[in-house]
């Protein structure tokens, strides 16, 4: 290929060039010559292009290597004047640093703020700053960096405490404030001056050149060339697979290099696609445009010169260098800036910076990346630059942002982001605002790019197109910026900042009239709307504004002239809003109660109204802080309220809630979603700051200018409620006439919504200014309320709360105040209880609540009260008192409108509920009168010495109604009604009234002196008894609707109950009824022979106790189990476990070839059987399993659900308590025994080898015949009784031998991973492997546990053993026997060397339990050829006996560790063994150097060490085979093996039947033994294991724990943060995942690390688990602060991490930002469920639990 060889070429042709150039020289004629630049350009136009882009990949490393020798090299040599090193090295030390500490951010990296000093929450530090500050004891808060920014270690305008970390703590000798370039010489300025001036015009003028086939001025080399790229360009609107797509077609490469060109468009904004001449790259141009072209505009495609290219690679390459040169010494960057900003030739925003900014846009990707880089690190860096470069920014802002805008790439690629640098620090953001007027030319910008308004000059968003909305989102940007310029308030304000302040503010008001009243709705009567409207972008704006409103209000209340001017400022605003309100409205009368108040007739039902009102609401809370100042408290009259109109003023805000109230009536109902959703976020906390709760105060600051009666009477006008109330008999004549249900509901509603509004009106008083209060007072409130309704976690209450711009709630001030702290415990959460004292806070009718928390928190209040002993009433709370400005508001309890309300509904409540009203409404006129109850007795108290008794509530309410009207008095409407038997729930209520009624007389009365007299006579005594025998009655029937409701709770979690406690469950439901089995085997004895658990001598059941009953979990049946019964099962679950392992690297066996016989001491790879212990028939189960099977067939066939489990693999759900299982085991009976004179070890020995040569020569034999083999056959005789065609009968029923059939072939497909074949010779060897595996690894969870080794086991465990263990010792009888006993043959030469067998391993690569377990349970297919009457007993002491010594030797040769301690005398009980111990060990010594002479072996002078190394070492071994024999057995443990305890050893050895002494099993006989070890040691794999020791596996072998995590989750952040992934090699990893069983970093979840497993593609973690876990993973996702299950491709769910923040909280996702802390417990947990093999079992009920689990691609993780 053509392009191959430019490639090659490329040095050689350079050569000449390379090996004669001097950088040396060419600085030195530079130095000489007059014409610098002109010089240089030359020098450039040569060289660059003959670098770089000289085929069509490039080739970076090579270009770059170049650039430096033969471009870079002469500029350094220039500029320093000498050795480039040299010259450098001295700048670096001569230089004096600035304090700052500019950590650039890499992605994920973590970044710290303080909460309490941070100047704003952009403020951040580097870790290592971060641990070296004063914050990491204060409150603090993490994230993750996005990349980009730096750290503000050093910058006193970021903190308000502790700027300086120990690392840049200044040095106070050092001027501070110095000019750098002071520290350099004149020349040197000089020549740094004109490098740089040369190089970064060059850079610059390449980077912003747009013609693509010339070069500009004095670059255009002689020998130009005639190569072109086809240049690709990045763009936001086509996807992924469209340009590999397209790439594909245009440039016929494959679908990687497609895919590897579209990530390079992606990352670096451009990529040449095709290298050749003009008209080959023209080609692909076209076909690419073509095929893009189509919906939208097409890919940005351009044919470039290849010198154009080369010189924009070697601009950018030039920009680096600049950066990393400007490191060595302030001064040289303060030269670099102080070039950047020099005002250019065309004036005004001329310099090489502006030229570089206002084209920001036009250039792509990397080349942003590059020079916003050398802008971070030059200009930001430098303290008198930064404030020149942030007025240029300023300057050219709005150009740059309209750029931005128009713009297709994220802002973190645009040059605007640069603001946050500039603008959040306060010195320069004030500076911007008075010099630059910053703010209005932010705000004005804005408002520019929003201009689609309607004909009142409001915006519409109503009917906004995709690309309005895309403009839209962009421009929201600058909402960003100016909340940057206005996050830190001014201390002080200067007559100019106050003036361009109130200019900003002028135009922040114009922006929020074009919002007033934009987007209306019109109630839609008769049809429902047929689209529904867009309402989501006005209220994104609101919400993004909703911060600066809040901002411009606090520098507003800094200042008293500010807040005066801002308030006439709106004031005009909305009065400007409000012209011509009236305009064509007709003015109507209203009258009442003797009081008559003109208004304008307007139904919110029939005519436009919007809930945008942010002008009203501004003035809201400016009148608020003008109420809160001096000013209003002594000089009310300097305040422009005159100008006010109160009608005007709440019109809006109560048209707004009245739509609210209609919405909630139903009125609303067709007009959709879209008004529902508006209406919920009114309230919602995110918003309801500046809207609801404004709306509220201007109601309130409206009504305390009025007389209360007009007030309430254009309230109701306004709900259209008026005639209800006005016209005394409206209500039963409208009723009568049109019995409309629904009419009459939507009135109720609307009475209660209007009531509560009074609620709120008077009783809100929890705002500073509003009312005499603290912010720390409405916080508390807030968080009173929420506690009221439950117990919270600290996310649940910071949700509920609104935050400020800093992400603050004010909340951690208060909280200990009004909550108890509780931990929480291994799983939920830490939560906040509500301090009882502080119950009195609360008020039913707090205005945050919504219905559902309001009812809620009733039903708590009450229960807790009940729960008290308390009456359980809930009287309105006492509120603080009003500022003097609302203070008139509380007249309103007591106006005669009010009392005509109330009035008007108690008697309406005379009658029994017909639908007139209901019992909210009375509920909320009962709280009224409360409320002016209270506000009465404060009065009095408050009051006491002036004696201002104006607020005379008492007096109202006992006056009766004016004639001619002649209405009963309201306090005599309640005690009538008090005994009304329909009002039982209000009684309460009603009766606590009239209590404080007679307190407040007895009050009043006392204070008149007047001695006070008591009216409550006999009659009254009579009422409280009917009323308590009427509570009892209330009482009894709401526990027993308590009752019921809780029982169908209780049926309806029951199920959900059992999936989340599951062995909690299961484990009381079966020590219920304990089962018969362990219970049984587990008495002592009736049989007289001691507790030994194998051999002759061992325990024997009796026939009684041999019976074994069982129940069939899916028909109930009793089953007794009998060899020749029907089969009974217990459903069990199969898996490969690496839980044991000891060698992670082990690569997996090749499933086909590999012999599992020998187990390897490491353990590497097990198969873990488990069950959940349920019983079934075997045909019951069989039975379930096809119904399983075939409602999966249709379900799959229906939908494309899955299931948690994989039934084409065998699996389902335990029918009883849906635990995953893949198979199920047989229950067998105990095997019986027979007792008579047995050989001992020699005699057996003796005869077992024999029988072994007859069976070995007989196998051979009929291999022989088979495959007719000449080999010689030794004549053997078999020996006495050994029948070697013997076929011993089958005493299992054709149903076990099914299940036998079927357990075994399920082992063996899982443990190996092979398709099922039950012919396999391998599938006995598995199961025994299987029995072994799962015995040892439960030893080591009760030894990590500190269980004792008997009795502590669960009895689904138990059974599981139990069952498992008797299989296995029969599952030779369904196999053939030729291939046990060859199986068997070979496990025994293992022990028994034998020169017939061979590939047998050496005893040092065997694990000797494993070998134990299958010499035990392959022998009976050897025993049942020997009618000699030997028993199988006697077989398994010797094998246990010989196995053991195998064992003693191998801990000998390969655990006896250096001699850490002192020589320790051991009284005389242990002097033998140490003695036996050591000789032993010398023997071995010497058959080993009998071998060779090898040092590994160290003589040992300390039995005492030696035996106490062996005890530990064999001790995990003895304590599986005692667990093992028992189960084999039956035979039951003696007691000290049920605890913890001393006697463990004895009582082990006791029970095995060996001495304690285990060295004596070899001098008892030595003469047998001898000969065995010479051997063992012989085996050339000893020799081989001994000397590459790094493998050698020691004993006892450790328990395997998940990794350490640090305590610390930033730690981990940050360790993530530099992992890169190793695909790549340079990319940061997107979803670092860390592997919590080997401590792996993986690249998860992402296309460049997937690989191929199986032939599907797998993401790294799950191909990680097939190595490392066989398949099943547990994994911390560090971004995601979450662990990660996986099981196979298919299964996985998340888990709680063990992080836990100081309130007793996870962060999954790193949301909050808070520390956290590794809490132990919780980690510990998730290592309990991976070491008892669980984590399956836990995803399948994660996955029951939750469906979406099941749809989640796991193996793309
Ligand atoms: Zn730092
Ligand atoms: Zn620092
Ligand atoms: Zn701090
Ligand atoms: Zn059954
Ligand atoms: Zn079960
Ligand atoms: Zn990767
Ligand atoms: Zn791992």
């Given at each position: 290929?053509?392009?191959?060889?430019?490639?090659?070429?490329?040095?050689?042709?350079?050569?000449?060039?390379?090996?004669?150039?001097?950088?040396?020289?060419?600085?030195?004629?530079?130095?000489?010559?007059?014409?610098?630049?002109?010089?240089?350009?030359?020098?450039?136009?040569?060289?660059?292009?003959?670098?770089?882009?000289?085929?069509?990949?490039?080739?970076?490393?090579?270009?770059?290597?170049?650039?430096?020798?033969?471009?870079?090299?002469?500029?350094?040599?220039?500029?320093?004047?000498?050795?480039?090193?040299?010259?450098?090295?001295?700048?670096?030390?001569?230089?004096?640093?600035?304090?700052?500490?500019?950590?650039?951010?890499?992605?994920?990296?973590?970044?710290?703020?303080c909460r309490e000093c941070a100047a704003d929450p952009?403020?951040?530090?580097?870790?290592?700053?971060?641990?070296?500050?004063?914050?990491?004891?204060h409150r603090?808060?993490?994230?993750?960096?996005?990349?980009?920014?730096?750290?503000?270690?050093?910058?006193?305008?970021?903190?308000k405490k502790?700027?300086?970390?120990?690392?840049?703590?200044?040095?106070?000798?050092?001027?501070?404030?110095?000019?750098?370039?002071?520290?350099?010489?004149?020349?040197?300025?000089?020549?740094?001056?004109?490098?740089?001036?040369?190089?970064?015009?060059?850079?610059?003028?390449?980077?912003?050149?747009?013609?693509?086939?010339?070069?500009?001025?004095?670059?255009?080399?002689?020998?130009?060339?005639?190569?072109?790229?086809?240049?690709?360009?990045?763009?936001?609107?086509?996807?992924?697979?469209?340009?590999?797509?397209?790439?594909?077609?245009?440039?016929?490469?494959?679908?990687?290099?497609?895919?590897?060109?579209?990530?390079?468009?992606?990352?670096?904004?451009?990529?040449?696609?095709?290298?050749?001449?003009?008209?080959?790259?023209?080609?692909?141009?076209?076909?690419?445009?073509?095929?893009?072209?189509?919906?939208?505009?097409?890919?940005?495609?351009?044919?470039?010169?290849?010198?154009?290219?080369?010189?924009?690679?070697?601009?950018?390459?030039?920009?680096?260098?600049?950066?990393?040169?400007?490191?060595?010494?302030?001064?040289?960057?303060?030269?670099?800036?102080?070039?950047?900003?020099?005002?250019?030739?065309?004036?005004?925003?001329?310099?090489?910076?502006?030229?570089?900014?206002?084209?920001?846009?036009?250039?792509?990707?990397?080349?942003?990346?590059?020079?916003?880089?050398?802008?971070?690190?030059?200009?930001?860096?430098?303290?008198?630059?930064?404030?020149?470069?942030?007025?240029?920014?300023?300057?050219?802002?709005?150009?740059?942002?309209?750029?931005?805008?128009?713009?297709?790439?994220?802002?973190?690629?645009?040059?605007?982001?640069?603001?946050?640098?500039?603008?959040?620090?306060?010195?320069?953001?004030?500076?911007?605002?008075?010099?630059?007027?910053?703010?209005?030319?932010?705000?004005?910008?804005?408002?520019?790019?929003?201009?689609?308004?309607?004909?009142?000059?409001?915006?519409?968003?109503?009917?906004?197109?995709?690309?309005?909305?895309?403009?839209?989102?962009?421009?929201?940007?600058?909402?960003?910026?100016?909340?940057?310029?206005l996050i830190s308030r001014p201390t002080e304000w200067?007559?100019?900042?106050?003036?361009?302040?109130?200019?900003?503010?002028?135009?922040?008001?114009?922006?929020?009239?074009?919002?007033?009243?934009?987007?209306?709705?019109?109630?839609?009567?008769?049809?429902?709307?047929?689209?529904?409207?867009?309402?989501?972008?006005?209220?994104?704006?609101?919400?993004?504004?909703t911060h600066i409103i809040s901002m411009m209000q606090e520098w507003c209340a800094s200042d008293k002239?500010v807040l005066i001017?801002a308030y006439?400022?709106?004031?005009?605003?909305?009065?400007?809003?409000?012209?011509?309100?009236?305009?064509?409205?007709?003015?109507?009368?209203?009258?009442?109660?003797?009081?008559?108040?003109?208004?304008?007739?307007?139904?919110?039902?029939?005519?436009?109204?919007?809930?945008?009102?942010?002008?009203?609401r501004l003035l809201a809370s400016l009148h608020a802080l003008l109420s809160k100042t001096e000013v209003a408290y002594r000089f009310p009259?300097?305040l422009?309220?005159?100008?006010?109109?109160?009608?005007?003023?709440?019109?809006?805000?109560?048209?707004?809630?009245?739509?609210?109230?209609?919405?909630?009536?139903?009125?609303?109902?067709?007009?959709?979603?879209?008004?529902?959703?508006?209406?919920?976020?009114?309230?919602?906390v995110k918003c309801r700051v500046e809207m609801f709760d404004k709306d509220l105060i201007m109601l309130q600051a409206?009504a305390s200018?009025?007389?209360?009666?007009?007030?309430?009477?254009?309230?109701?006008?306004?709900?259209?409620?008026?005639?209800?109330?006005?016209?005394?008999?409206?209500?039963?004549?409208?009723?009568?006439?049109?019995?409309?249900?629904?009419?009459?509901?939507?009135?109720?509603?609307?009475?209660?919504?209007?009531?509560?509004?009074?609620i709120m009106v008077v009783g809100e008083r929890y705002t500073a200014g509003v009312g005499q209060v603290e912010s720390s007072d409405e916080i508390k409130r807030e968080i009173v309320h929420q506690l009221c309704i439950?117990?919270m976690?600290h996310?649940?209450l910071v949700k509920a709360l609104p935050e400020n711009e800093n992400k603050e709630t004010g909340m951690e001030r208060v909280i200990d105040s009004v909550a108890l702290f509780?931990?929480?415990?291994?799983?939920?959460?830490?939560?906040y209880k509500l301090r009882p004292e502080c119950a009195k806070m609360f008020n039913l009718y707090f205005h945050h609540y919504?219905?559902?928390?309001?009812?809620?928190?009733?039903?708590?209040?009450?229960?807790?009260?009940?729960?008290?002993?308390?009456?359980?009433?809930?009287?309105p709370p006492v509120l603080p008192r009003f500022c003097p400005l609302f203070a008139s508001l509380v007249?309103?309890?007591?106006?005669?409108?009010?009392?005509?309300?109330?009035?008007?509904?108690?008697?309406?409540?005379?009658?029994?509920?017909?639908?007139?009203?209901?019992?909210?409404?009375?509920?909320?006129?009962?709280?009224?009168?409360?409320m002016?109850?209270v506000e009465?007795q404060q009065h009095?108290i408050s009051s006491?010495?002036?004696?201002?008794?104006?607020?005379?509530?008492?007096?109202?309410?006992?006056?009766?109604?004016?004639?001619?009207?002649?209405?009963?008095?309201?306090?005599?409407?309640?005690?009538?009604?008090?005994?009304?038997?329909?009002?039982?729930?209000?009684?309460?209520?009603?009766?606590?009234?009239?209590?404080?009624?007679?307190?407040?007389?007895?009050?009043?009365?006392?204070?008149?002196?007047?001695?006070?007299?008591?009216?409550?006579?006999?009659?009254?005594?009579?009422?409280?008894?009917?009323?308590?025998?009427?509570?009892?009655?209330?009482?009894?029937?709401?526990?027993?609707?308590?009752?019921?409701?809780?029982?169908?709770?209780?049926?309806?979690?029951?199920?959900?109950?059992?999936?989340?406690?599951?062995?909690?469950?299961?484990?009381?439901?079966?020590?219920?009824?304990?089962?018969?089995?362990?219970?049984?085997?587990?008495?002592?004895?009736?049989?007289?022979?001691?507790?030994?658990?194998?051999?002759?001598?061992?325990?024997?059941?009796?026939?009684?106790?041999?019976?074994?009953?069982?129940?069939?979990?899916?028909?109930?049946?009793?089953?007794?189990?009998?060899?020749?019964?029907?089969?009974?099962?217990?459903?069990?679950?199969?898996?490969?476990?690496?839980?044991?392992?000891?060698?992670?690297?082990?690569?997996?066996?090749?499933?086909?070839?590999?012999?599992?016989?020998?187990?390897?001491?490491?353990?590497?790879?097990?198969?873990?059987?488990?069950?959940?212990?349920?019983?079934?028939?075997?045909?019951?189960?069989?039975?379930?399993?096809?119904?399983?099977?075939?409602?999966?067939?249709?379900?799959?066939?229906?939908?494309?659900?899955?299931?948690?489990?994989?039934?084409?693999?065998?699996?389902?759900?335990?029918?009883?308590?849906?635990?995953?299982?893949?198979?199920?085991?047989?229950?067998?009976?105990?095997?019986?025994?027979?007792?008579?004179?047995?050989?001992?070890?020699?005699?057996?020995?003796?005869?077992?080898?024999?029988?072994?040569?007859?069976?070995?020569?007989?196998?051979?034999?009929?291999?022989?015949?088979?495959?007719?083999?000449?080999?010689?056959?030794?004549?053997?005789?078999?020996?006495?009784?050994?029948?070697?065609?013997?076929?011993?009968?089958?005493?299992?029923?054709?149903?076990?031998?099914?299940?036998?059939?079927?357990?075994?072939?399920?082992?063996?497909?899982?443990?190996?991973?092979?398709?099922?074949?039950?012919?396999?010779?391998?599938?006995?060897?598995?199961?025994?492997?299987?029995?072994?595996?799962?015995?040892?690894?439960?030893?080591?969870?009760?030894?990590?546990?500190?269980?004792?080794?008997?009795?502590?086991?669960?009895?689904?465990?138990?059974?599981?053993?139990?069952?498992?263990?008797?299989?296995?010792?029969?599952?030779?009888?369904?196999?053939?026997?030729?291939?046990?006993?060859?199986?068997?043959?070979?496990?025994?030469?293992?022990?028994?060397?034998?020169?017939?067998?061979?590939?047998?391993?050496?005893?040092?690569?065997?694990?000797?339990?494993?070998?134990?377990?299958?010499?035990?349970?392959?022998?009976?297919?050897?025993?049942?050829?020997?009618?000699?009457?030997?028993?199988?007993?006697?077989?398994?002491?010797?094998?246990?006996?010989?196995?053991?010594?195998?064992?003693?030797?191998?801990?000998?040769?390969?655990?006896?560790?250096?001699?850490?301690?002192?020589?320790?005398?051991?009284?005389?009980?242990?002097?033998?063994?140490?003695?036996?111990?050591?000789?032993?060990?010398?023997?071995?010594?010497?058959?080993?150097?009998?071998?060779?002479?090898?040092?590994?072996?160290?003589?040992?002078?300390?039995?005492?060490?030696?035996?106490?190394?062996?005890?530990?070492?064999?001790?995990?071994?003895?304590?599986?085979?005692?667990?093992?024999?028992?189960?084999?057995?039956?035979?039951?443990?003696?007691?000290?093996?049920?605890?913890?305890?001393?006697?463990?050893?004895?009582?082990?050895?006791?029970?095995?039947?060996?001495?304690?002494?285990?060295?004596?099993?070899?001098?008892?006989?030595?003469?047998?033994?001898?000969?065995?070890?010479?051997?063992?040691?012989?085996?050339?794999?000893?020799?081989?294991?001994?000397?590459?020791?790094?493998?050698?596996?020691?004993?006892?072998?450790?328990?395997?724990?998940?990794?350490?995590?640090?305590?610390?989750?930033?730690?981990?952040?940050?360790?993530?943060?530099?992992?890169?992934?190793?695909?790549?090699?340079?990319?940061?990893?997107?979803?670092?995942?860390?592997?919590?069983?080997?401590?792996?970093?993986?690249?998860?979840?992402?296309?460049?690390?997937?690989?191929?497993?199986?032939?599907?593609?797998?993401?790294?973690?799950?191909?990680?688990?097939?190595?490392?876990?066989?398949?099943?993973?547990?994994?911390?996702?560090?971004?995601?602060?979450?662990?990660?299950?996986?099981?196979?491709?298919?299964?996985?769910?998340?888990?709680?991490?063990?992080?836990?923040?100081?309130?007793?909280?996870?962060?999954?996702?790193?949301?909050?930002?808070?520390?956290?802390?590794?809490?132990?417990?919780?980690?510990?947990?998730?290592?309990?469920?991976?070491?008892?093999?669980?984590?399956?079992?836990?995803?399948?009920?994660?996955?029951?639990?939750?469906?979406?689990?099941?749809?989640?691609?796991?193996?793309?993780?």
């Open positions: 290929m053509a392009a191959a060889e430019t490639d090659r070429d490329a040095p050689s042709a350079l050569c000449s060039d390379f090996l004669n150039f001097s950088a040396k020289d060419t600085a030195a004629n530079w130095l000489q010559v007059s014409n610098l630049p002109k010089e240089v350009y030359q020098h450039l136009a040569c060289y660059v292009p003959k670098i770089y882009c000289l085929g069509p990949n490039l080739n970076p490393q090579n270009e770059d290597l170049l650039a430096q020798l033969l471009l870079q090299s002469p500029l350094e040599w220039y500029l320093c004047g000498e050795e480039p090193s040299v010259g450098l090295a001295k700048l670096e030390q001569s230089n004096q640093p600035s304090q700052l500490c500019g950590h650039v951010f890499k992605v994920g990296e973590p970044t710290y703020t952009t403020c951040v530090l580097c870790m290592q700053c971060f641990l070296g500050s004063v914050h990491k004891e603090y808060r993490m994230t993750t960096s996005g990349g980009g920014g730096f750290c503000d270690c050093g910058d006193t305008e970021a903190w502790g700027p300086y970390c120990q690392k840049h703590e200044p040095n106070i000798s050092d001027s501070f404030q110095k000019d750098p370039l002071v520290n350099i010489s004149a020349e040197m300025i000089a020549r740094t001056y004109n490098v740089f001036s040369i190089i970064l015009k060059y850079a610059v003028d390449m980077l912003t050149w747009d013609k693509e086939d010339e070069l500009p001025e004095g670059l255009e080399s002689p020998a130009r060339g005639n190569m072109y790229y086809c240049m690709l360009f990045n763009d936001e609107v086509h996807t992924y697979e469209q340009v590999i797509y397209t790439l594909q077609k245009a440039v016929n490469c494959t679908q990687k290099e497609a895919v590897s060109f579209a990530t390079t468009v992606d990352r670096d904004g451009r990529k040449s696609v095709r290298f050749g001449d003009f008209q080959y790259c023209e080609q692909a141009k076209s076909v690419i445009v073509r095929n893009t072209s189509r919906q939208t505009k097409p890919l940005r495609v351009e044919i470039m010169h290849s010198s154009v290219v080369a010189h924009q690679c070697f601009a950018l390459r030039a920009l680096t260098w600049l950066g990393q040169i400007i490191r060595y010494s302030d001064a040289l960057r303060r030269i670099l800036c102080q070039v950047g900003l020099q005002q250019g030739l065309d004036g005004e925003n001329s310099s090489l910076v502006d030229t570089l900014m206002l084209c920001d846009s036009k250039m792509w990707k990397g080349a942003r990346n590059v020079y916003h880089q050398l802008f971070m690190s030059s200009l930001l860096m430098d303290p008198k630059y930064k404030k020149l470069f942030a007025i240029q920014f300023a300057k050219n802002y709005e150009s740059l942002q309209s750029d931005f805008v128009k713009d297709d790439h994220d802002r973190e690629f645009s040059i605007t982001d640069l603001s946050v640098q500039m603008f959040t620090v306060p010195s320069l953001a004030r500076m911007l605002i008075t010099e630059e007027n910053l703010m209005t030319t932010i705000i004005r910008t804005f408002v520019d790019h929003l201009r689609h308004q309607d004909l009142q000059g409001r915006f519409q968003f109503e009917r906004y197109t995709a690309q309005q909305a895309f403009k839209f989102r962009r421009v929201q940007s600058l909402i960003g910026d100016l909340k940057y310029v200067a007559d100019k900042l106050r003036e361009k302040f109130l200019e900003g503010f002028d135009a922040f008001l114009e922006l929020l009239k074009c919002m007033q009243g934009m987007d209306p709705v019109v109630r839609q009567v008769g049809q429902h709307i047929e689209m529904e409207p867009e309402w989501e972008a006005a209220f994104t704006l609101q919400m993004k504004l002239r001017e006439k400022k709106c004031l005009s605003a909305l009065t400007h809003c409000h012209s011509g309100f009236t305009d064509g409205e007709q003015p109507i009368t209203l009258s009442m109660c003797g009081h008559s108040v003109d208004t304008i007739r307007y139904c919110v039902s029939q005519e436009k109204v919007s809930i945008h009102l942010p002008v009203s009259e300097q422009p309220l005159s100008e006010l109109s109160p009608p005007m003023l709440i019109e809006h805000p109560l048209r707004c809630l009245v739509l609210c109230a209609q919405v909630h009536a139903g009125m609303w109902r067709r007009n959709g979603f879209s008004l529902v959703n508006q209406i919920y976020y009114y309230h919602n409206g200018m009025m007389d209360p009666n007009h007030f309430l009477m254009i309230l109701m006008s306004r709900f259209e409620l008026y005639h209800i109330f006005s016209t005394p008999d409206y209500r039963k004549r409208c009723s009568r006439e049109n019995a409309n249900k629904d009419v009459v509901q939507q009135n109720n509603t609307l009475i209660e919504e209007m009531l509560h509004l009074v439950r117990p976690a996310s649940e509780k931990k929480p415990g291994v799983t939920g959460r830490g939560l919504s219905r559902a928390d309001q009812s809620k928190a009733e039903e708590a209040q009450r229960k807790i009260k009940r729960q008290n002993g308390e009456d359980s009433v809930l009287p007249n309103i309890l007591q106006c005669d409108v009010l009392l005509g309300i109330l009035g008007a509904v108690l008697q309406w409540a005379m009658e029994p509920s017909g639908g007139h009203w209901s019992e909210s409404m009375l509920q909320r006129v009962l709280h009224l009168i409360g002016g109850l009465e009095l006491s010495e002036d004696h201002d008794t104006s607020f005379n509530f008492t007096l109202k309410i006992s006056r009766p109604g004016e004639a001619p009207g002649n209405t009963p008095s309201i306090l005599a409407l309640l005690e009538t009604l008090q005994n009304a038997p329909h009002l039982e729930v209000h009684k309460d209520m009603i009766r606590w009234i009239l209590k404080t009624v007679t307190n407040i007389k007895t009050t009043r009365e006392c204070t008149a002196s007047a001695p006070p007299t008591d009216s409550s006579g006999h009659s009254q005594e009579e009422t409280v008894r009917d009323k308590d025998k009427a509570e009892r009655k209330r009482k009894a029937e709401m526990a027993r609707l308590r009752r019921e409701k809780i029982m169908a709770q209780m049926s309806e979690m029951q199920r959900h109950f059992i999936n989340e406690n599951k062995e909690l469950f299961q484990q009381s439901l079966e020590e219920l009824d304990v089962s018969p089995t362990s219970s049984l085997e587990h008495s002592p004895s009736s049989c007289d022979s001691a507790l030994v658990c194998v051999g002759p001598r061992r325990w024997h059941a009796g026939g009684s106790e041999r019976r074994q009953m069982v129940t069939c979990i899916l028909c109930q049946e009793e089953q007794e189990i009998r060899a020749d019964g029907k089969a009974m099962v217990l459903a069990a679950f199969v898996q490969r476990s690496t839980v044991m392992s000891k060698n992670r690297k082990r690569p997996p066996h090749n499933p086909d070839k590999y012999d599992p016989l020998f187990m390897h001491p490491d353990l590497s790879f097990g198969t873990h059987t488990g069950s959940c212990g349920h019983i079934m028939h075997s045909h019951c189960w069989q039975r379930y399993f096809e119904a399983v099977q075939a409602k999966e067939q249709r379900r799959q066939q229906r939908l494309r659900v899955h299931t948690s489990y994989d039934v084409e693999n065998g699996e389902f759900l335990c029918p009883l308590c849906e635990c995953l299982s893949n198979t199920v085991i047989p229950l067998l009976p105990l095997t019986k025994t027979t007792c008579s004179d047995q050989p001992d070890l020699s005699q057996w020995l003796n005869i077992t080898s024999l029988q072994m040569k007859a069976l070995h020569s007989a196998h051979k034999k009929t291999n022989c015949a088979e495959g007719a083999n000449t080999g010689s056959v030794e004549g053997c005789s078999s020996p006495h009784g050994f029948k070697l065609d013997y076929t011993p009968k089958n005493p299992y029923s054709s149903t076990i031998k099914e299940m036998l059939t079927t357990f075994g072939t399920a082992t063996y497909k899982v443990g190996l991973k092979v398709h099922p074949n039950e012919q396999d010779p391998r599938v006995p060897i598995v199961c025994w492997g299987s029995c072994g595996y799962t015995i040892q690894s439960i030893e080591r969870l009760l030894v990590d546990e500190e269980k004792p080794l008997f009795g502590s086991l669960p009895c689904r465990q138990d059974d599981c053993l139990s069952s498992l263990t008797r299989f296995s010792s029969a599952c030779w009888t369904v196999s053939s026997h030729t291939t046990v006993q060859s199986h068997f043959i070979r496990l025994f030469a293992a022990l028994v060397p034998d020169s017939r067998v061979e590939n047998i391993p050496c005893i040092l690569d065997i694990d000797m339990f494993h070998l134990l377990v299958s010499l035990v349970l392959s022998h009976p297919a050897v025993l049942c050829l020997d009618s000699s009457g030997m028993s199988a007993d006697t077989a398994q002491l010797h094998f246990l006996h010989l196995v053991t010594v195998a064992h003693l030797v191998q801990i000998l040769l390969t655990s006896i560790p250096e001699e850490v301690r002192m020589e320790q005398e051991s009284a005389g009980a242990e002097r033998e063994e140490e003695e036996s111990v050591c000789m032993l060990y010398n023997t071995l010594r010497t058959h080993l150097g009998r071998v060779l002479c090898f040092s590994w072996l160290r003589e040992v002078s300390s039995g005492w060490h030696l035996w106490h190394c062996v005890k530990a070492g064999i001790l995990p071994y003895l304590r599986a085979a005692a667990l093992f024999f028992h189960y084999l057995n039956g035979a039951p443990a003696p007691p000290e093996l049920h605890a913890l305890g001393a006697g463990e050893w004895e009582a082990l050895c006791g029970y095995l039947c060996l001495p304690s002494n285990l060295v004596q099993l070899y001098n008892n006989n030595q003469e047998l033994m001898e000969p065995l070890l010479q051997r063992w040691c012989s085996h050339p794999g000893v020799l081989q294991s001994l000397q590459t020791s790094a493998a050698l596996i020691g004993f006892p072998r450790e328990s395997n724990y998940l990794i350490e995590l640090p305590e610390d989750y930033s730690a981990l952040i940050n360790q993530a943060s530099s992992f890169t992934c190793p695909k790549s090699g340079v990319d940061k990893s997107r979803a670092p995942t860390l592997c919590l069983v080997c401590g792996a970093m993986l690249c998860s979840q992402s296309y460049c690390c997937q690989t191929e497993l199986e032939g599907e593609d797998v993401g790294a973690c799950t191909a990680h688990t097939f190595a490392c876990g066989a398949g099943v993973g547990i994994f911390l996702r560090v971004r995601e602060s979450q662990v990660l299950f996986l099981a196979g491709k298919t299964k996985g769910c998340f888990y709680a991490p063990p992080y836990l923040d100081d309130y007793g909280e996870t962060d999954q996702g790193l949301r909050r930002g808070n520390p956290l802390h590794l809490c132990q417990e919780r980690y510990r947990k998730i290592q309990k469920l991976w070491r008892q093999h669980s984590i399956t079992e836990e995803i399948g009920h994660a996955q029951e639990a939750n469906q979406t689990l099941v749809g989640i691609d796991w193996q793309h993780l």
